[in-house]
């Protein structure tokens, strides 16, 4: 097996904040991030493919094709949006790092042209990223947000 | 003369709007930038100041302390903030990256404990970024924003 | 005045020689570069434009039409190229990253929708690179090339 | 075990092209990776080793070692090379990102001083790479190239 | 289970050098890194804990605390230090990167507020790191340094 | 006139000290930077040659040769050293990073192959650093250090 990395870019908006609790508990758990309006960042998204080259190409996944699909699938839906307000399917979900690399992994997971979903790691900042290999894990979709 | 930088980061969301257009005009000017929740970006900010070194010290500046007057004046005041809404000194300004330099530069203008403001450098993303040195430069403040 | 930049890639191959000179003397001053099949990197190309602020808008110069500027008249005529045979307006001139930051110049000078070129930085390597803001220089073209 | 890891750079010249195929197959597939003449990257390779520190020096492996290893064995063959055309342990394989690391693991895999190649990463642009951990794979050597 | 990580900075001085060996062992073994007053980097240090995002918040752990439990327990104490002279938890280890990782897993393992650590990564150089997950290895401490 | 640059890498320990002062102010203005074993950096120097290409070869300078007479110059001197004791023309000297540029640039500016020496640019971290074009500036030389 090789392990092939495609990493995209986008820019978005969002706030940490869950509706079933007070504003005094976002606060204290979210403490900036908490921000009414909310704030953003230049998010980096890195997704991992993993398989054999094939002897015709040499190609594990073409990589053009691997970007056309993230392009499509995800980037053009949460660029220069609000991810709390303007992204379908984000809708009632927390946008922490880690809910939204479980996202994207779910939007991704059987849409490969060749290869399979290794790994997806989301940068926030420089110093601050999540990876996620795909393992089944819950997240909650809060109704009235 | 020497000229010494200090950069310090922000996460910010921000719209560009003009109120005084047209939804069709600022969609027109602004395309995605102008999406009405905002979106957000990992801002740079890089600041130099002019100065020759002090014989006692070897240093222009202390950039600890210009560190801390960033932190203090600018950094505290957009970091993790929306642009549009939560920042005293841009009310009313469209947060075009142009924009945010020259109201910095008037902020840092006459603060500085040693040697002289010489430019600005912000960066919206690693892809555009702006200098600025500070000429008498206008810019409209909208009041019904 | 204020100094907008936009920063975009290529990749490409190319090989420094000059066709008047024997292979040996090409050898002694190109060395490595002048391997007979050419070489190649990952160029950043950023483009540095001056003006002042639209009152409007808050742009100097809108970056999405400076990038599709960039990206018509350069890159898709760069990347993926060896700048030795595939360029049109490279044809005959030794592809040195100084010549290439002057061609590029030329090209760009009058073809901007607002704001002024003021700087084309070209980075051949991280750890190479070349600014020019315009004077009057001259290349040479070789004919037999 | 500890893993310790060497970056170094080159840059080369490739073409991504099949001979088995048609003019039109390998546009098809490898798009403007196909240009007749080539075009070209500054890659980077980073060469993990597997081991336990030595008691006596606290080092897994001498990385001045390591790196004179990969310079000697790797970089001063590829570095400034066109890789369909200079590059002996290359002659006959497509130049994938993918076919380059599969070859780089066979000529390291036995010549380590001390701990065991654990992987191989390989970057022909920041936005593309591979990781590869030598499971044995099998790559095309195509006669008439 | 994701894996989130945090990249937090210090810049230290070192000197690689076993009291037990001759001066002239030291020079074969260390070479440069063996300079009698030592030499210094800026470390890049980036921890990962691993864990399942919290229902309530989406966090797999709060990345401030973690920062804060970084800078208390490690950077406070490294940072602006010669790692063997000024370290109480380093005193009588050979400070190789290696070392390091071993010494900064042992320091943080038990004391994550969620989540469990789950790997150690250190830059020495941007061209140089180490990456460790705790596997149980021996350190030798040098009584007379 | 073009501008070309080489950027190469040193680690070095330093303190800043200045000894015609108590260690209370030396405390008081150096803080941390005062640790009296020294603290140490990956620095960063750009050079920065102008000068016109030449119609034979296309370069300004041959970034070879440069790259050369900085290495044989500063760096190998530099490297891996402790910038307070180690360094002969940094004797006495606080080892600022604007005190470096100086003192590197009178070392560089008459033994350039070819152009003229036009920036010292030297980063003592990825977020401090100096510009330096030449001017006569006065350093100190401390005697007793």
């Not at 002897?55 to 594990?60: H, L, Q, R, S």
């Not at 927390?94 to 060749?114: G, Q």
Request: with cysteine; charged share 30%.
């Amino acid at each position: 097996m090789l392990y092939v990395t495609k990493r995209v870019e986008f820019s978005a908006a969002h706030r940490l904040y869950n509706p079933e609790l007070s504003d005094e508990q976002n606060e204290a758990i979210f403490d900036k991030c908490n921000n009414f309006y909310g704030h953003g960042h230049n998010y980096i998204l890195e997704v991992t493919v993993a398989g054999v080259p094939d002897i015709t190409t040499g190609y594990v996944i073409d990589l053009k094709r691997l970007k056309k699909l993230l392009m499509d699938e995800i980037i053009i839906k949460v660029d220069h949006k609000h991810l709390n307000f303007d992204v379908d399917f984000l809708k009632g979900i927390i946008p922490t790092v880690e809910n939204l690399a479980i996202v994207f992994w779910r939007i991704l997971e059987d849409k490969l042209p060749s290869g399979k979903l290794y790994k997806i790691k989301l940068f926030e900042t420089e110093n601050s990223f999540i990876e996620y290999f795909g393992e089944e894990t819950e997240i909650k979709t809060f109704s009235n947000k």
